[in-house]
């Protein structure tokens, strides 16, 4: 028996300040103040909230971390706050901005030092490590990780790095798949599946969940975190929805 | 001397903690978080915190190097409350199977253990912690965690006061628990009682991030902690 609950995790995708939501890491929507939002998921009984920060400007990330802090001093749940984290100074600012963990991605590929880094600094459960993986025949596994938001091809097969990741130090993957993020076709189960049996560390599914079946899918597939931003930002389904449907399913949920 | 009008809660900063999210606990309960490393203000402070950081050794290390070792035992032997977190919980114990050969504060017996159950670690994220009967200020409820490491339920506080050879515990005139399932069970948080006062509350989980929960507790603790009480 675990008695861990699982965690559903609303993210916010914030771009200079404001929070929003594309289809395959593009065509953004805004979909309003992140604070707001914050609130509202934090009542409806989330678990956690993730950031993804895709401002591409110095000043773009300064007000990330303005928004962190505001955000930190009105809710009481833990914050993940990730995109563009490049050095130790990038994570230390969040941090003390007000996130209580960080999530490293295409700097963790090209400087995978970085995780130990961060895990030896402030504890393996502060070092998430972000991949965005996509279908890739050529790869072992079958899928390949990809950088800077989905545009660059690693050639890394998608589990052999989930591995060394947690062999670094990191305290958490958080798994995106590329070919479902924003479809609303569900997660993609397979390498969920697979990532969560090969790392000895709690794996997040991200990517393309729309109902409340597609939680019990990636719940089922070994992950211990579900992710998901637009269906919770369009108000299609609520964090409690989900929650009373995975428990009727026998799974552990902060009701 | 200045005078501080509102009612502050001492957050003693070890140099590697992220401390906004402890620091926003101490203002929604009506205090003003003053971070330090400053033994004096340690000693004397109405109530103390001990937030939770990296891993055993460097925490401890670091609370050496300040003398903050020594301040905080000296609160401890005088009977004034100190609340610790998730670390600044295991720090409590003896030692720690993380950074072996390192002593910790040793203000309660045992060692701290790696989580045993064969499940994912660190544990991430929320899970019920069940108080024992005659528990005053622990409560059941959903709680948050992110700990590799815990103290197991076979832990018992009372074999240091029968033998006399070891290390002298502090007294106190009662000791609850509160405990958590994962994989195996763990000790999830600790209540330490002196004169009518809750002089150790210690949490294995995240009050600062466990929603009203957690903010009810450390309300509870204060409450019951605060001198005027005794008054």
């Given at each position: 028996m675990s008695g861990l609950a699982v965690r559903i995790i609303p993210c916010?995708?914030?771009?200079?300040?404001?929070?929003?939501?594309?289809?395959?890491?593009?065509?953004?929507?805004?979909?309003?103040?992140?604070?707001?939002?914050?609130?509202?998921?934090?009542?409806?009984?989330?678990?956690?909230?993730?950031?993804?920060?895709?401002?591409?400007?110095?000043?773009?990330?300064?007000?990330?971390?303005?928004?962190?802090?505001?955000?930190?001093?009105?809710?009481?749940?833990?914050?993940?706050?990730?995109?563009?984290?490049?050095?130790?100074?990038?994570?230390?600012?969040?941090?003390?901005?007000?996130?209580?963990?960080?999530?490293?991605?295409?700097?963790?590929?090209?400087?995978?030092?970085?995780?130990?880094?961060?895990?030896?600094?402030?504890?393996?459960?502060?070092?998430?490590?972000?991949?965005?993986?996509?279908?890739?025949?050529?790869?072992?596994?079958?899928?390949?990780?990809?950088?800077?938001?989905?545009?660059?091809?690693?050639?890394?097969?998608?589990?052999?790095?989930?591995?060394?990741?947690?062999?670094?130090?990191?305290?958490?993957?958080?798994?995106?798949?590329?070919?479902?993020?924003?479809?609303?076709?569900?997660?993609?189960?397979?390498?969920?599946?697979?990532?969560?049996?090969?790392?000895?560390?709690?794996?997040?599914?991200?990517?393309?969940?729309?109902?409340?079946?597609?939680?019990?899918?990636?719940?089922?597939?070994?992950?211990?975190?579900?992710?998901?931003?637009?269906?919770?930002?369009?108000?299609?389904?609520?964090?409690?929805?989900?929650?009373?449907?995975?428990?009727?399913?026998?799974?552990?949920?902060?009701? | 001397m200045s005078q501080i009008r509102t009612p502050s809660l001492v957050i003693i900063e070890t140099g590697v903690a992220n401390l906004a999210s402890v620091r926003s606990l101490a203002e929604r309960l009506g205090l003003q978080p003053i971070v330090t490393s400053d033994p004096e203000e340690v000693v004397r402070a109405p109530f103390v915190l001990l937030p939770g950081v990296g891993a055993f050794g460097p925490a401890m290390h670091k609370l050496r190097e300040r003398g903050l070792d020594a301040a905080i035992r000296s609160r401890v032997a005088e009977g004034r409350p100190i609340a610790g977190i998730c670390l600044g919980m295991q720090l409590f114990f003896e030692a720690s199977e993380e950074s072996e050969g390192v002593q910790g504060l040793g203000l309660l017996p045992g060692k701290v253990k790696r989580l045993s159950g064969g499940l994912p670690l660190p544990q991430l994220g929320w899970n019920r912690i069940e108080p024992e009967p005659g528990s005053r200020l622990l409560q059941a409820g959903w709680v948050y965690f992110a700990n590799s490491y815990g103290v197991g339920i076979e832990q018992n506080f009372n074999e240091g006061a029968a033998d006399t050879s070891k290390a002298a515990f502090p007294r106190f005139d009662s000791i609850s628990l509160a405990t958590t399932t994962y994989g195996s069970a763990f000790i999830s948080a600790i209540e330490a009682w002196r004169d009518d006062r809750p002089v150790l509350l210690l949490c294995q989980f995240h009050p600062e991030l466990s929603g009203s929960f957690g903010k009810n507790l450390f309300a509870r603790w204060l409450e019951l902690a605060s001198e005027r009480r005794r008054a």
């Open positions: 916010l995708d914030f771009k200079d300040g404001r929070v929003v939501k594309g289809v395959r890491f593009e065509n953004l929507v805004d979909s309003g103040d992140p604070l707001e939002r914050a609130l509202l998921y934090e009542a409806q009984g989330a678990d956690e909230l993730a950031f993804l920060d895709i401002s591409a400007t110095v000043e773009g990330r300064k007000t990330m971390a303005k928004e962190v802090a505001r955000i930190r001093k009105a809710i009481a749940i833990p914050i993940t706050v990730g995109g563009g984290i490049a050095s130790m100074e990038d994570a230390a600012r969040l941090l003390d901005s007000g996130a209580d963990r960080v999530s490293v991605n295409s700097a963790a590929v090209r400087e995978p030092a970085i995780i130990e880094a961060i895990a030896r600094r402030f504890g393996v459960q502060c070092a998430v490590v972000a991949i965005d993986a996509a279908k890739s025949p050529a790869m072992p596994s079958g899928y390949e990780v990809k950088i800077a938001a989905g545009a660059v091809a690693t050639g890394l097969d998608a589990i052999e790095w989930a591995s060394e990741a947690a062999q670094r130090g990191a305290g958490e993957i958080l798994l995106t798949s590329i070919d479902r993020d924003g479809t609303n076709l569900g997660y993609e189960c397979n390498l969920i599946h697979l990532v969560s049996r090969a790392v000895p560390i709690p794996v997040v599914a991200s990517g393309g969940a729309s109902k409340p079946e597609h939680f019990l899918e990636g719940y089922r597939n070994g992950a211990l975190a579900l992710l998901a931003a637009g269906i919770f930002h369009r108000s299609e389904v609520s964090i409690s929805e989900i929650k009373q449907y995975l428990s009727a399913h026998n799974v552990e949920v902060r009701l | -």
